[in-house]
């Protein structure tokens, strides 16, 4: 064996040697890359932040976002018209409730009224026949004589249309007996006599008592009152 072989066998074994190792080199680079990095707090800081980061962001655009609130102004709105309703309803089931009792009164009050209508009448048909009464007794116990046809007796206020034995006796109380009295009456006697005479109101102007009276005067005694 020559020298050159020599040499060309150490220049192999060379080659393999470098190739060996540059094969090594390689895989355990290919290893290095292959496998999780080595766990730090650094790491897992970061990497739980950008979850953290990551969920809201991915909640917020699965879910729609909430309502916004009232404003103060909006709701205090609300809460009058609730207010307004509550009472306008209140109000009106009030006034049903009023219409229903005075729809039941009513028929009451109409029967009272028609009964204190009916006392009050009664009450002055017992007044006017209680005054009636006491007209006729005085009349059958002291009604005066009309016999008597002497100056100064009365005259029978009977024969003027219109006065009868009753006008005749409030007459007689009333101090006047005889046509001339009458004769005289005046205007103003008349209004006073009339009042006097209240239950036959207009019955001296009506009958023309002063006018007969004058006729009646001059026939019984020839001359003019």
Do not use: C
């Amino acid at each position: 064996m020559n020298g050159l072989t020599l040499l060309a066998l150490i220049a192999l074994a060379i080659g393999i040697v470098f190739a060996y190792r540059a094969g090594r080199i390689a895989g355990r680079r290919d290893a290095r890359a292959a496998d999780p990095p080595p766990f730090s707090q650094a790491t897992a800081v970061e990497a739980g932040a950008i979850a953290q980061s990551s969920v809201p962001a991915a909640a917020a655009e699965a879910s729609p976002p909430p309502p916004p609130l009232p404003a103060p102004d909006d709701a205090i709105a609300g809460e009058k018209a609730r207010l307004v309703a509550a009472y306008e309803a209140e109000a009106a089931r009030l006034r049903a409730k009023l219409d229903d009792v005075l729809a039941e009164q009513y028929p009451l009050a109409a029967f009272a009224e028609d009964r204190r209508a009916l006392l009050a009448a009664l009450a002055d048909a017992r007044a006017d026949t209680a005054r009636y009464r006491t007209l006729v007794v005085d009349f059958e116990t002291n009604a005066p004589s009309t016999l008597l046809g002497g100056p100064g007796s009365p005259d029978d206020l009977k024969l003027i249309v219109g006065i009868g034995p009753m006008l005749e006796r409030m007459l007689h109380q009333l101090g006047v007996t005889t046509f001339r009295q009458i004769a005289h009456w005046t205007e103003h006697d008349i209004d006073a006599f009339d009042a006097k005479l209240a239950e036959f109101p207009g019955r001296i102007r009506r009958d023309a008592w002063v006018v007969q009276a004058r006729a009646l005067h001059q026939s019984k005694y020839g001359e003019r009152a």
